[in-house]
T-cell receptor, first 112, second 113 residues
Framework: RKEVEQDPGPFNVPEGATVAFNCTYS??????FFWYRQDCRKEPKLLMS???SGNEDGRFTAQLNRASQYISLLIRDSKLSDSATYLC?????????????FGQGTTLQVKP | GAGVSQSPRYKVAKRGQDVALRCDPI?????LFWYQQALGQGPEFLTY????????KSGLPSDRFFAERPEGSVSTLKIQRTQQEDSAVYLC???????????FGAGTRLSVL
């Protein structure tokens, strides 16, 4: 069983739709949480960090449930440009940089 | 400013050949990571440097894999006697002091025939 589990999808949604991705992690020592975005044949780029209180960045909302070891990403009003793979990522060090542990990624296709 | 630079972007190797992949991190970033990404999978950690010290090499899949960063800036990942299962994208990331953010290079796509 992988340490970070995601549904690989693909999720096919129309423009303007709201879509939610979920992720679970198995190691309770995980302390930092992120969503990265990866376009086809490109490098991963940080989309947003995830905090226990929940955080929002424009159309994107991330939530963390430490008790359930569950992370979510909500995208509202989907755009064609949101089409990408979304990687759920955890790290075990809270203050210093530590290795990142990636999920398999969830593929999103936004259709016109 | 310049991001993380990796070369070559693409490498085709015959099975058994040695390869060397280069990573030039963002200036001033003391932390450097190597990851391996197989097709359809998320990146998997290989090794970590803080300046020139290799502090974690727990992800290197075999002793055919070797990484160095002798002067604390540019790093090289070397794979000896390549095998078909080594075919993947090799990603390098660097991180500034005190920040828990990693910036990735575009990767080297290695194909072993």
């Amino acid at each position: 069983r992988k340490e970070v589990e995601q549904d690989p999808g693909p999720f096919n949604v129309p423009e303007g739709a709201t879509v939610a991705f979920n992720c679970t992690y198995s190691n309770s020592a995980s302390q930092s949480f992120f969503w990265y975005r990866q376009d086809c044949r490109k490098e991963p780029k940080l989309l947003m960090s995830v905090y226990s209180s929940g955080n929002e960045d424009g159309r994107f909302t991330a939530q963390l449930n430490r008790a359930s070891q569950y992370i979510s990403l909500l995208i509202r009003d989907s755009k064609l440009s949101d089409s990408a793979t979304y990687l759920c990522v955890v790290s075990r060090l809270s203050s210093n940089t530590g290795k990142l542990i990636f999920g398999q990624g969830t593929t999103l296709q936004v259709k016109p | 400013g310049a991001g993380v630079s990796q070369s070559p972007r693409y490498k085709v190797a015959k099975r058994g050949q040695d390869v060397a992949l280069r990573c030039d991190p963002i200036s001033g970033h003391v932390s450097l990571f190597w990851y391996q990404q197989a097709l359809g999978q998320g990146p998997e950690f290989l090794t970590y440097f803080q300046n020139e010290a290799q502090l974690d090499k727990s992800g290197l899949p075999s002793d055919r894999f070797f990484a160095e960063r002798p002067e604390g800036s540019v790093s090289t990942l070397k794979i000896q006697r390549t095998q078909q299962e080594d075919s993947a994208v090799y990603l390098c990331a660097s991180s500034p002091p005190g920040k828990n953010i990693q910036y990735f290079g575009a990767g080297t796509r290695l194909s072993v025939l």
